[in-house]
């Protein structure tokens, strides 16, 4: 945010107060002809009345304009953004809807900044309007700030333009807006005062000078303005003109002609003319301080009127005087002249303390290097430093920084910590390298600086970790800052820890995370930084630390302080002013959140929030982890095309991105491929990804490839180094004390088991990690495989573990294996219909309230579904079933018009499918008892012919018990006698009677004569017909001795015949 006021900034942006001019009323009236270009370009040599012109040009059109004297500082073009950026604060009187502040971070994209800063710049000025930029020759030819003056034309609004006035023509970068007419010049030929234009000065200067001597002064001075004025003063003080040597070139004509001039003054202003002559602006107040003369003010008042070249801008405090650049240059030489030695050191000092109290530190810092006074110029770059990196102008910081001598710099680690500070998002290695010299410095240091040792240390950490590269580097920082935070005085501390204290512990506890997972303190360090992350007093800091914390929480599978730190981080950024940055960041977390926690919608939300502000700011510093992010939500949720889109982005910017971004595009190329069968492709990318992980040093990253690594050796069939892929990482993740870690990994290892038919440890497995699961509420983990989670899910429900939990977990993920699982009447069915014994529909496993309405039609038409078996019912067979007397076509409609009905009254459309003229009920989200039972009785079949081979008695009385609960009736039985349904029913009730006497057998030859008494009885219970059922009941019991429960047997048997 910028400061209310500025001194320097109220200078720069003020436009020069005119005394008496002349209206050069034919050149305005070019101007007004060629106001239309989007660029009027000013230009000629000094003292040409460049600024002069334009100003009294704007000030007789009345035309709202926002002056902005540009100096070398500018080459830097975060300080032309900062002082234009004040000016617009200043005008608008509040901070919000100002122009962004340049910080770091936009140096990636220079183009997407500037076309921002313009839009908010213009947006916030009444048209019309004209941007004046003066003395535009100041700002270096190789500075980005041309490029950024190139988007400032692109973006102007109609009615809006640019004015620049410089002694040069346009730099080559701005051909084309020459070549496309948008830029109209005006040089010095144009500027040339006309023969008439020159004796109106004379006359109103005053001077009473012929017709003769006024062609020879315009003949002089050949419109030259600045020898014109000059010629004037000389003639007053002296009666004669000098003839101007016309070769020579304009300051050395200026010097010539201002010397004669200047000696005419009295000595009081030659004095503050000479002792000034350093300031770029003048006040009355610094020239008192500085002259010792109490009229200070009316000698510069007097210049200012009689246009020695002294303009005048209005301040807060009174008028601002400066210097035409000319005159200035020809004053500093002058007093390099006159003061001497010391008397010259002195009053530079002087000057650059003046100017420090006004606020224009750029122009002391100068003028202190200028006079090789290092101690003092040190001591103003150490205090502003801190300023001028939140404003973005680090390359300004880091220029006064060079100009200090090596032996200076060697010698000081405040100076080398700055210096690294500037290199931190440009170039994070070397700005390692000078943190690590920083830090020698101060650890040489007799006096322990332990805010400089601390901050040293966390500024070398983010570097690493900000590169992405070489995590192994932070073992000796970690180690460093450890040491230098052990003390727990700081923790108790009244006032709390510092700024630095706060800052290493933030930087110690991420680099725990990504180095050193396995520390024994690391949840002492997460609890502190997570307290500390909000006394960090810069907002990106405090960003960078939070988005650090969060993945860290979100990876650990820590959810609701995750959720927590995402909603403290929304409130903290309400503000419309919070930076890009920032807000990336943000929406990086978001995304990462909704991702594991899988919610695909509001994480691609987030993605593609984040993306479109990093797009229009041209801050991308975190768009490559953004995009994973996006794909991992994608993946997820088996959104396979939005993540094959994200990857591209993520693959076009591959160049640039850091190993460790670089390992996630391989991991996630790797999921992309596994999820489309192309295991080979998959098993590439994933080694690619596993190498890039281990070199970066990063451990967390290390067990997720190899938790993936595991899944695709053990689908290409290699099960011993799949195994060992996953034991090391479930001992890594058990060491860590990661449960989301060891989630994922024991549910990929119990799958793998179950393939290899290792029962008893994939069970085993599949219970701790579902109780790991429940415990901390996960749906979701990466590298998820919906076909795998299906096969697990239905383990879980048939072995009874965690039946709740993962109930919830296939509704939230919407799992289903290939084959729907018939046999598992747990699984939460959206639907379910029993069609043995009475009717019944069910949903989600609670019987439907909507009976009342579901009658008529659709009820018989759902019915007529189910006597049909469910599968692939022609449309016309339906319709003929339930409307046999009426026209074909008719009946067609009205089937048309039930299924509607039916489907609506149902609330899930596709609970009935209709492809290519045939009906179903989809058995994705409806199950059947129907085909549950003939799932099963082929079962019975397979299992008794490999009875006596691997078949245990175990899962035989399974499949028995599974059976007598199926068939809780004859089919249909509600339907009576409907032709629709007998034929169906007696098939039904005949493999029912088979498998239940087959199984009875094979319990009675195994000598289990118990289990097959109960085969009889319940299935007795259900058809009472059943008469062979009785004979066997009836021998059983003879085996068991039981004579009196034969006798009853035989005894029901005849009293349900006779009454048949």
Known sequence: MYPRTHPGALTKTTRPTLASVLAREQLFSVLDERQHASVLWVWGPPGSGKTTLVASYLESRELDSHWYQLDSGDSDVATFFYFMGLAVTRARGRPSGSPPLYTSEYRRDLGAFSRHYFQSLYAS????????????????????????????????????????????????????????????MLGWNDLRLLREESDAIVKLWGADIDEAGLGQIYEKTQGWAAGLILMLDQAAATGTTTALPV??????????LAGEVFQKFDHATRQLLLMTAFLPQVTESMAIELTGEPAAGDILARLHRGNYYVSMRSGSTGPVYAYHPLFREFLVTRACETFLDSKGQRLRRRSAALMEAEGMVDDAVDLLNQNQDWMESKRLVLEHATEMLHHGRADTLEYWIDEFPESILEQDPWLQYWRASCRFLTSQRESRLLYEEAFALFASMETEDREGLLLTCAGAMDSIIHELDDFSLLDRWIEDAGRLLSSTEWQSRKSGPTEAEARATVSLFISLVLRQPHHPEIKQWSERARKLCGRLRETMSRMSAQLLVAINLNYTGQFSQAKELVTEMRAMFE??????????????????????????????????????????????????????????????????????????????????????????????????????????????????????????????????????????????????????????????AR???????????????????????????????????????REHGFKHFLWWQPAMMAKLCVRALQAGIEVEYVKDLIRQRNLMPDEPPLEVEEWPWPFQIRAFG??????????????????????????????????????FKLAESIWPRIDGDYAQRSLTTTLHRLRKNLGIDQVVALRNGRLALDPRFCWLDLRAFEELTRKIDSCLKSAGSSVSMECVNRLRERLLELYRGPFMASEGDDPRYVGLRERLRNKFERCVGELARYFETAGEWELAVDCYIRSLEVDELAEAFYRRLMLCYRELGRQAEAVDVYNTCKRVFNAE
């Open 838 to 875: 009475r009717f019944e529909i069910l949903r989600d496993g609670k019987p439907m309230g909507f009976f009342a309405k579901l009658q008529g039609k659709p009820m018989e038409l759902l019915k007529a579904l189910v006597g049909f078996g469910g599968d692939d019912i022609q449309e």
């Open 125 to 184: 000025l009444e048209l019309p309007f004209a941007l004046v930029l003066d003395n535009y020759q100041e700002v270096s030819p190789q500075s980005a700030f041309h490029s950024a003056i190139l988007d400032a034309v692109a973006e102007l609004p109609p009615h809006g333009c640019i004015i620049v006035i410089s002694r040069s023509e346009p730099p080559a970068s701005m051909v084309r807006l020459r070549a496309n007419q948008a830029m109209q």
């Open 247 to 256: 070769a020579s070139a304009p300051q050395l004509i200026f010097d010539y």
């Open 575 to 732: 503000s419309p002013d919070v930076p890009p940055l920032a807000l990336t960041i943000l929406k990086d977390i978001e995304a990462m959140y909704y991702m594991l926690n899988a919610d695909r919608d509001a994480c691609l939300e987030a993605v593609y929030e984040g993306i479109e502000i990093a797009e229009s700011s041209g801050v991308d510093a975190w768009t490559t982890h953004l995009l994973s992010n996006g794909v991992g939500g994608a993946l997820g949720a088996g959104d396979l095309d939005t993540a094959e889109e994200l990857i591209v982005k993520m693959r076009e910017g591959s160049r640039e991105i850091r190993r460790l971004d670089l390992c996630n595009l391989h991991y996630y190329s790797a999921w992309l491929d596994m999820l489309r069968e192309d295991y080979v492709a998959a098993h590439r990318e994933l080694k690619t990804a596993l190498r890039l992980a281990t070199e970066t040093g990063c451990p967390f990253y290390v067990m997720l490839c190899r938790t993936a690594m595991a899944q695709v050796l053990a689908v290409l069939g290699d099960e011993r180094r799949a195994a060992s892929q996953l034991r090391r990482v479930h001992e890594g």
């Open 735 to 773: 060491e860590i004390d990661n449960p989301l870690f060891e989630f994922m990994s024991l549910m990929v290892y119990a799958h793998s088991a179950f393939e290899h038919g290792r029962e008893r440890s994939a069970l085993n497995s599949l219970r701790y990690a579902l109780g790991v699961g």
